[in-house]
């Protein structure tokens, strides 16, 4: 992969991150990860970074450290990929962290967010160093 501008390099640095504090049997979505790391019209990007997590576990970040199977899209579907085996994977790796996998009537696979849904208001990371979540942040009902 080329290398990053630094202003893409922070954006992925801060994505892994937010990803990282995403508790095992916990799912969120791309545009809440959006959200939390401060650019909330770009859930697309979140998936971006996702898809090109560095496999090499001698990478800071990387696929064994960084738990993308965590993070499904709006609607609590796993988002379909070029590979139709990705999706399989992600479900899988979400049900070795006993989160429930169903399949719905279209054949997607969904997560019940009521259940395993991880939606904080700012990370626990920033919320340990005292920060507060800003009142713009105050819209209700928006778990992306």
Not at 47 to 68: A, I, M, T
């Amino acid at each position: 992969m080329a290398p990053r501008s630094d202003e893409a390099q922070a954006f992925f640095h801060a994505v892994y991150s937010a990803v990282q504090e995403i508790p095992p049997g916990k799912v969120t979505s791309y545009g809440h990860i959006a959200k939390l790391v401060g650019t909330p019209q770009r859930p697309r990007q979140v998936g971006v970074c996702l898809k090109h997590l560095p496999s090499d576990p001698s990478e800071r970040f990387n696929q064994y450290n960084v738990p993308w199977q965590r993070v499904i899209n709006a609607k609590g579907a796993i988002s379909l990929r070029s590979r139709p085996s990705a999706a399989h994977n992600q479900a899988v790796a979400l049900e070795a962290e006993e989160v429930t996998v169903t399949t719905g009537a279209l054949g997607e696979l969904l997560v019940d967010f009521g259940l395993y849904g991880w939606f904080p208001r700012i990370l626990p990371s920033e919320a340990a160093q005292g920060m507060v979540p800003s009142d713009e942040d105050d819209t209700e009902g928006d778990e992306e």
